[in-house]
C-alpha cells in the first residue's frame, strides 16, 4: 500500500478482494458460503492466512469459530474463548483492535486454535479486528500473516477492518446476528427458538408445513419427553433431531446418533449398552454404550422399527429405570438421556402385526412430529437449491451458479427421495457442469437420469436418490420384498467385493444388513 497526499491508495489485490467481498454481501447463498470466500480471498492475494470469524454463542457468550478458511475441523473445534480471554477474547470485549507482531513473545496469545508447530518457523503475527453493527460488536475477525513483510500492518488492518464490515451485512442480512449474539437479541426482546435454529443445522424453508413441525418442536425442546420423528426416508430426521437438542436445555451435553437399521444384530445390544471386557469374544477392553455416552444429553434412535423384541424389551427397561446394564456386566449405570426416536414405517402397524412392543411404543410415541415431504414445501426447494449448490461449490472448489429455467425444472418434480434426494442431484450438477452456470439443458439430462430410478412407494420406503454404484440402488434401503430364488449370485458377489463385510455389502446393495441376512439364510447361502 502506498500513501499519497495523506490518502490510501489501493494496490490491485486490495480492490481485488474489497470488489469481490463487496459482491458477496447481496449474495443469496447461505453466509457460510460468502464468509468462507472472502476469508479465502485474503489469504489468497493479500496473505492474511488462517482467517476465522468468531461468534458469541447465545446466553453465554462465549467467543467460538463459526467459519474458518484454512484451519482443520479440529483446529476450529478449539477455538473458544470466554469474553475477554486471550487477544480475541479482549477484542470482543473491548472493541478495539488486537494486533501481536510476535506470537511467540505474547503472553496473551493463547495459541489454542492453531499450534504453534503448523505455523511457518519464521515470525508470525496475530490480527484480530471487531465485527461491528451499528457500533455493538457482534463478533472478531482473525487472521496470521508474517511479520516482515513488506505490506504494512496498517494496509493489512484497513482492509481487515472494511472486510468486518462487510461480514456484519452479511450476518445482518442472513438472520444470524439474532441468533449469534446476546446483544442484539436483548435489543430485539427476541428469544432464541427452534424456528430461528432451523436453518443452521441445515432445515432450510419458510414453507408453513416445515414451519409448523418447527413449532411443534418449541413446546417440548425443554421437556424430558421423548419426541417421535415420522416422515419418509430422506426428509432429514437426525438434522432434525440435532437441531431438536441445540435448543433444549441439554445443547452443551452430547448429542449422539445411532442407526438401528446400520448395526449388525449381534452387535446392537453392545452399542446400545456397551460391555464390559471380556463379556464376549472380541471384548479385550471395557466399552460404554451409546447410552452412556449421551448421559445428560440426546439419544437419537434411527430407524427404530428394525429392533427386534428381545432388543426393545431391554430398551424399555432402561426408558423405565433409566438404567443400563453392559453386555456381560451386573452393576446399574444410571443415565440420564432425551430420546429422540425417527422411523419411516407405520409402527401402529407393526404393533397391529405383532413385531413391535405395544408398551414400548406408547412409552416413545408421546410426542409425534411429522416431516413434511419436499413435494408439500415446494415453496421451499429454491432456497434449499441454493443452500446445496454453496456447500458443493465449497466441498468441490467449484464456483458455478444456477442457469435460467433451473429452478423452474427442480420445482416441477416430485421428488420420492425428498431433501437428500435434491441435494444429490444439486451436487451432481455442480460436478457436471463445464462452465460458470448449471444449465437448463444439463438440469433436463441430470433429472431425465433420475427418472429411470424406481422409488417404491412414498410413505418412506422409497430409495433415496444417489448415483449408484456396481449394484447398488440409488441410495436409501429397498422396502422389503419376496426373496427371488435366482438372486443368490447377486448377493455372495456383493459379499465377495465388500471382503466378506455383509454390513457394507448390504449398503452397496440397497439392503439393511439384516435384510440381506434374511436373504442369505433363506437361499442357504448363510454359511
Given at each position: ?163 468486518a464490515t462487510l461480514i456484519a451485512q452479511i450476518l445482518r442480512l442472513h438472520h444470524l446476528i439474532s441468533e449469534s449474539t446476546i446483544e442484539l437479541a436483548a435489543e430485539t426482546a427476541v428469544e432464541p427458538s427452534v424456528d430461528d435454529t432451523g436453518a443452521e443445522h441445515g432445515l432450510i424453508g419458510t414453507s408453513r408445513a416445515l414451519r409448523k413441525a418447527?413449532?411443534?418442536a418449541r413446546h417440548v425442546a425443554n421437556t424430558r419427553a421423548t419426541v417421535m420423528l415420522l416422515g419418509e426416508t430422506g426428509t432429514g430426521k437426525e438434522k432434525f433431531a440435532r437441531m431438536l437438542h441445540a435448543a433444549s436445555n441439554r445443547r452443551d451435553q452430547a448429542f449422539v446418533a445411532l442407526n438401528c437399521a446400520a448395526i449388525p444384530e449381534e ?261
Open positions: 500500500m502506498n500513501r499519497g497526499n495523506g490518502h490510501c491508495v489501493q494496490s490491485d489485490s486490495e480492490m481485488l478482494v474489497l470488489r469481490e467481498a463487496s459482491k458477496l454481501v447481496g449474495h443469496s447463498h447461505p453466509p457460510g458460503y460468502a464468509i468462507d470466500r472472502i476469508l479465502r480471498l485474503l489469504s489468497e492475494l493479500l496473505g492474511l492466512n488462517r482467517g476465522r470469524v468468531l461468534l458469541p454463542e447465545p446466553e453465554t457468550a462465549t467467543l467460538r469459530i463459526q467459519f474458518a478458511y484454512g484451519l482443520t475441523p479440529q483446529e476450529r473445534a478449539r477455538g473458544v474463548y470466554g469474553r475477554g480471554e486471550g487477544i480475541t477474547g479482549q477484542v470482543m470485549e473491548t472493541s478495539q483492535v488486537g494486533l501481536v507482531q510476535d506470537i511467540d513473545n505474547e503472553p496473551g496469545y493463547l495459541r489454542r486454535a492453531v499450534d504453534r508447530s503448523i505455523l511457518p518457523p519464521e515470525t508470525v503475527a496475530y490480527i484480530a479486528v471487531p465485527i461491528l453493527l451499528e457500533e455493538e460488536v457482534v463478533g472478531v475477525l482473525a487472521v496470521h500473516r508474517l511479520r516482515h513483510r513488506e505490506r504494512p500492518f496498517r494496509a493489512d488492518l484497513n482492509i481487515l477492518e472494511i472486510v418447527l413449532r411443534q452387535l446392537l445390544e453392545s452399542e446400545l449398552f456397551g460391555h464390559e471386557k471380556g463379556a464376549f469374544s472380541g471384548a479385550v477392553a471395557t466399552k460404554r454404550g451409546k447410552f452412556e455416552l449421551a448421559d445428560g444429553g440426546t439419544l437419537f434412535l434411527d430407524e427404530l422399527a428394525e429392533l427386534d423384541l428381545d432388543m426393545q424389551s431391554k430398551l424399555l427397561r432402561v426408558l423405565e429405570e433409566r438404567v443400563v446394564h453392559r453386555v456381560g456386566g451386573t452393576r446399574d449405570i444410571p443415565v440420564d438421556v432425551r430420546i429422540v426416536t425417527a422411523t419411516h414405517q407405520d409402527l401402529a402397524a407393526a404393533v397391529n402385526g405383532g413385531t413391535f412392543r405395544l408398551d414400548l411404543y406408547y412409552r416413545l410415541n408421546v410426542f409425534p412430529v411429522h416431516l413434511p415431504p419436499l413435494r408439500e414445501r415446494t415453496e421451499d426447494i429454491p432456497a434449499l437449491a441454493r443452500h446445496f449448490l454453496a456447500s458443493a461449490n465449497a466441498e468441490f472448489d467449484r464456483e458455478v451458479e444456477l442457469g435460467q429455467g433451473v429452478l423452474d425444472r427442480l420445482a416441477s418434480q416430485s421428488w420420492p427421495g425428498n431433501v437428500r434426494q435434491l441435494e444429490n442431484l444439486i451436487h451432481r450438477a455442480a460436478l457436471m457442469a463445464e462452465g460458470p452456470l448449471i444449465s437448463a439443458r444439463l438440469m433436463d439430462t441430470i433429472l431425465a437420469e433420475e427418472s429411470r430410478i424406481h422409488h417404491t412407494g412414498t410413505s418412506g420406503d422409497a430409495a433415496q436418490a444417489g448415483s449408484p454404484g456396481p449394484g447398488q440402488t440409488a441410495g436409501g434401503v429397498r422396502p422389503y420384498a419376496r426373496v427371488d430364488p435366482n438372486e443368490g449370485a447377486r448377493l455372495l458377489a456383493a459379499v465377495r467385493q465388500c471382503g466378506g463385510n455383509k454390513t457394507q455389502a448390504a449398503l452397496m446393495l440397497g439392503l439393511t444388513p439384516r435384510q440381506l441376512r434374511y436373504r442369505l439364510e433363506k437361499l442357504g447361502l448363510e454359511a
